[in-house]
T-cell receptor, first 113, second 111 residues
């Protein structure tokens, strides 16, 4: 039973570029949440997708957008990258109605030069 | 923004000793959870305590929750080198879909 998988594991971009990160949820889960974790900090909630719609959003600018597909997988898109976007991006999946029980992937390490 | 503080920010102890870390939060919660993170990898769920519970055990882990003080503690007994990691508390509130994390405690177990 595969857990949450994220790709790629590492990514290097330059300022102003755009990036897409991908996540496949744990089998049986239909809800995907994305978190940003800066170095030495705790994860911060970006947004959550359920039924292919954004259900809740944290305090992140519109440069951060997402998508959920019919198979429940999800993408996180970040436009006009800034140096401050360098972080570990974590995807978590859960079942609807049990958002408190989230299973995390190993993350994508994004470095902005 | 982070939900609250974790204390201490870093803790270094000898193998076999007990490790205690604390978490404070700001708002009313449904549940409080503790996660472990090794070297910038994903988060591994350790234990969950509900707002109506005061203490919970799982193996070498003991968690307490004081909702009147909005605080929790995680005790790891008989520590091992493999316990070296960062530990985070996370809370969820009624009607909210997200987890709100503390800033974490970096635990080092010295052999």
């Amino acid at each position: 039973d595969a857990g949450v998988t994220q790709s790629p594991t590492h990514l290097i971009k330059t300022r102003g570029q755009q990036v897409t990160l991908r996540c496949s949820p744990k089998s049986g889960h239909d809800t995907v949440s994305w978190y940003q974790q800066a170095l030495g900090q705790g994860p911060q909630f970006i947004f959550q997708y359920y039924e292919e719609e954004e259900r809740q959003r944290g305090n992140f600018p519109d440069r951060f957008s997402g998508h959920q597909f019919p198979n429940y997988s999800s993408e996180l898109n970040v436009n006009a990258l800034l140096l401050g976007d360098s972080a570990l991006y974590l995807c978590a999946s859960s079942s609807s109605g049990a958002s408190w029980s989230q299973h995390f992937g190993d993350g994508t390490r994004l470095s902005i030069l | 923004s982070q939900q609250g503080e974790e204390d201490p920010q870093a803790l270094s102890i000898q193998e076999g000793e007990n490790a205690t870390m604390n978490c404070s939060y700001k708002t009313s919660i449904n549940n409080l959870q503790w996660y472990r993170q090794n070297s910038g990898r994903g988060l591994v769920h350790l234990i969950l305590i509900r707002s109506n519970e005061r203490e919970k055990h799982s193996g070498r882990l003991r968690v307490t929750l004081d909702t009147s003080k909005k605080s929790s503690s995680l005790l790891i007994t008989a520590s091992r080198a493999a316990d070296t990691a960062s530990y985070f508390c996370a809370t969820d509130a009624a009607g909210a879909q997200k987890l709100v994390f503390g800033q974490g405690t970096r635990l080092t177990i010295n052999p």
